[in-house]
């Protein structure tokens, strides 16, 4: 067999069942090696979109997805995706053809170093640059992108290797990872802190649903008692029907969530990065923090960390949940912030203003979606608003990318979403914006016979960075363009299309889309004059 074939034996047993790319002529005996494969290589119409599908297939199934690419601009393409990934700890395997080595050392067409490229990006990449090294460099890419943090890995595979024959050589197998948790010391430690504080509140962030923590989480909250904020990427780590949930923070500014955190003694972090909401902005009194991770964080001066409790988030909350005798029950403190956020979104239920306001469109989704649905926020306006105010029953109901916060991930996301859940409600929450940058994937799910719903918040406008222009100078500038006539684009892609036109209709249209076994598009223009409202809001919130 040639190496490319026996790449693809490798990823058989890593267990690969997707191959998510854009296939090019350097790559075209590893494309030949899929056909005889079990894999199924799906073709998407943009590589940034074939990373966006691996990565949350990767963030869904806990197995990294594995993306490909052709070089040059394929692989520049693929690179959005994969740093996309690499910050927000989705485990990830991205595969690039390259040039031959025999035109590594001259400027060459569509030759570029992939390898220092990838390197800001990835958490290790390499070159095969023999064919004997193949079964090491696939299992140490599968076996770093998976370990805590999880991200992303990259391996680069140049077109003279990739069909080069080699003798018998077969895939090395994958090893069980090392459980690790603190030390009996630190545990006493952390439930001493806890159990003098008067006021502790959890940040609960993206690493419980990573580390399958939420039922040890969920536990360890009944015992201790505590309030718990999630970030945008830690939603769903306690039900928003919880007395203890004090839904989600993130947004700029003042919230009542920040009334929670100015009054907190003790902040309990829990699978929490300082990627997903800097600290200071929620932590500007410098509260001694309780560090509950697989790492240690990342240093921040509004970060004091007072303990480090490093390990499996799993079996440290279980440990610490065993020890603490008294729990915190006085959460009176905080009751105020959770009424407040919860009558802000009731207030918006039978809201008639057309076009549609964020909070009637986020009310009207919560309504009709399941528990267990999924919805997937592009970058946006809208994610502002999804993240304040869509809750949720269960982790990994509501993806929101807030590492590097790519533009167009929803309909690739929900894409790969809807292949490892198709028994469940998939929806795609785009602005027209992000949605024009990977709307082509359309396409991709009529083939694969996924029906999806894409809800658009049309604005005709880049609506986020307009909110900022707004705050800081009084007027925008240059985020205005045209669009398409979404009936007829969507129409042609295969989808069932649904345009909204009054606020009554935005339920209904819904309903029927969940319903529907078939792929459906709602256009529905948004109210974003909310967004300056919410600004003058938060401004005037005096804890």
């Known amino acids: 067999m040639n190496v490319s074939e026996l790449l693809v034996k490798c990823l058989e047993q890593e267990g690969v069942e997707y191959v998510f790319g ?178 502790p509140l959890i940040l609960a962030g993206n690493g419980i649903s990573r580390q399958q923590a939420a039922e040890e989480f969920r536990a360890f909250v009944r015992k201790v008692r505590i309030p718990v904020v999630h970030s945008f990427m830690g939603k769903g780590a306690i039900s928003w029907e919880d007395d203890l949930s004090l839904l989600t923070a993130g947004i700029g500014g003042n919230d009542y969530i920040t009334c929670g955190f100015n009054e907190a003694d003790l902040i309990i972090t829990v699978g929490f990065d300082i990627a997903e909401y800097p600290p200071k902005n929620w932590n500007r009194s410098n509260t001694q923090i309780i560090h509950v991770d697989t790492e240690e964080a990342e240093t921040d001066a509004n970060y004091p960390v007072a303990l480090n409790i490093l390990g499996d988030i799993p079996v440290n909350l279980q440990k610490l949940g065993e020890n603490i005798k008294t729990p915190n029950k006085d959460i009176t403190w905080v009751s105020n912030v959770r009424k407040q956020a919860l009558d802000e979104l009731e207030a918006f239920q039978k809201d008639t203003h057309f076009p549609v306001k964020p909070q009637k469109i986020i009310s009207d989704l919560r309504t009709v979606l399941n528990e267990d649905a999924i919805a997937i926020s592009d970058v946006g306006a809208h994610k502002m608003w999804m993240a304040r105010m869509y809750h949720t029953y269960q982790p990994n109901t509501c993806l929101i990318s807030n590492g590097l916060a790519s533009m167009g991930v929803a309909v690739p996301s929900a894409i790969a979403a809807k292949m490892v859940n198709p028994e469940r409600n998939v929806v795609a929450v785009c602005g027209d914006g992000s949605f024009q940058m990977t709307g082509a994937e359309l396409e991709t799910a009529k083939r694969l016979e996924l029906p999806i719903i894409v809800l658009m918040w049309r604005d005709n406008g880049y609506g986020l960075i307009e909110w900022h222009q707004l705050k800081k100078f009084d007027r925008s500038s240059y985020i205005k363009f045209g669009n398409p006539d979404y009936q007829q684009l969507a129409a042609s892609y295969g989808f069932e299309v649904m345009t909204i036109t009054k606020a009554d209709e935005l339920k209904p249209a819904l309903e029927k889309a969940a319903a529907s076994n078939q792929p459906v598009f709602i256009d529905c223009p948004v109210d974003y004059s909310e967004n300056m409202k919410l600004t003058e809001k938060l401004g005037d919130i005096i804890c």
């Open 22 to 199: 854009v296939p090019g002529e350097e790559n075209i005996d590893l494309m030949d090696a899929f056909y005889d494969s079990d894999i199924e290589f799906i073709v998407t119409r943009h590589e940034t979109s074939a990373a966006f599908m691996a990565a949350t297939y990767g963030r869904l199934t806990g197995t990294p997805g594995v993306c490909l690419a052709t070089l040059g601009p394929g692989a520049t393409n693929l690179m959005t995706g994969v740093a996309n990934a690499n910050m927000d700890h989705a485990p990830l395997v991205a595969i690039t053809g390259q040039a031959g080595l025999d035109r590594h050392h001259k400027i060459s067409h569509q030759y570029y170093d992939l390898i220092n490229m990838y390197e800001p990006v990835t958490k290790w990449n390499a070159q095969i640059k023999s064919a004997k090294i193949t079964p090491e460099v696939v299992r140490k890419a599968f076996q770093v992108a998976g370990q805590e943090k999880w991200g992303a890995t990259h391996i680069d595979l140049p077109e003279d290797i990739a069909g080069m024959d080699i003798d018998k050589t077969t895939p090395l197998k994958p090893n069980e990872r090392p459980h690790t948790k603190a030390s009996e010391s630190i545990i006493e430690q952390a439930v001493t802190m806890i159990e003098k504080a008067e006021h």
